[in-house]
Structures are given as structure tokens and as C-alpha cells.
């Protein structure tokens, strides 16, 4: 199974992007994914989460407000709008998944055990 990440392009600051994740096959089943980011020359970090049954949602700090994550169950898509974008968001955006059934810690990359390849956001000043 595939996670594919689409939706990155460039973008002015202020303007908007809505990346989308979707596993290669539909019968998928996730406990939760997840958005990290990765800067050239810094790690990667997180940026959003979503519990898949409850939709529940958890945000870095820097994106609070400006960043939605949501999905889509009928779809088995997952997505990430985001609004009032900066020349700091500027970075490739990875998708994860969680298929362990069990609390894990949203924010830690390595609890994710599957992951799709990056779509590049730029947002210039």
C-alpha cells in the first residue's frame, strides 16, 4: 500500500493550498494520519493529525488557525487546507498513516508506519 500526497504547488504569502492524501487502495484501514513538513537543511516536523473514527485534531502551534485538517471516510482521503500561507510553511509535505490500533503519540514521526512521498509547497513573500 501507497500513500499518495498531492495538492503542493507555489503559492504568494496569504494565499491558499489544499493538499490531499489517499492510500493506493481503498480498503485501508488507518487508526489516524498525519502531515509532517521537512524545510531544506531542517528535520522534519509535524504539522497536523486527525483520529480517524473521531476526527479529533491536533495542530502544531505555528498553524493553529490557519491550517484544517480533515477527512473524507467515503473517500478514504485525507486533507489539509491551508490558508494565510507564509514564506516560512515553505517546505516539502509528507502524509502519514497509523495502522496500530492504540494511543500513540500523534506528534512523533516515527509512530507512523506508513508514509507517502512529499508534494513541494512554496509560498513566496
Known amino acids: 500500500v501507497q500513500l499518495q500526497a498531492s495538492g503542493g504547488g507555489l503559492v504568494q504569502a496569504g494565499g491558499s493550498l489544499r493538499l490531499s492524501c489517499a492510500p493506493s487502495?481503498?480498503?485501508?484501514?488507518?487508526?489516524?494520519m498525519g502531515w509532517f513538513r521537512q524545510a531544506p537543511g531542517k528535520e522534519r516536523e509535524f504539522v497536523a493529525a486527525?483520529?480517524?473514527?473521531?476526527?479529533?485534531?491536533y495542530y502544531t502551534d505555528s498553524v493553529k488557525g490557519r491550517f484544517t485538517i480533515s477527512r473524507d471516510g467515503a473517500k478514504n482521503t485525507m486533507y489539509l487546507l491551508m490558508n494565510s500561507l507564509k514564506p516560512g510553511d515553505t517546505a516539502d509535505y509528507y502524509c502519514?498513516?497509523?495502522?496500530?490500533?492504540?494511543?500513540?503519540?500523534?506528534?512523533?514521526?516515527?509512530?507512523?508506519?506508513?508514509w507517502g512521498q512529499g508534494t513541494q509547497v512554496t509560498v513566496s513573500s
Open positions: 502519514a498513516a497509523r495502522t496500530i490500533f492504540d494511543t500513540f503519540n500523534y506528534y512523533s514521526a516515527s509512530e507512523y508506519d506508513y
Open positions: 486527525v483520529h480517524w473514527r473521531s476526527g479529533k485534531s
Open positions: 487502495e481503498r480498503r485501508f484501514s488507518t487508526y489516524a
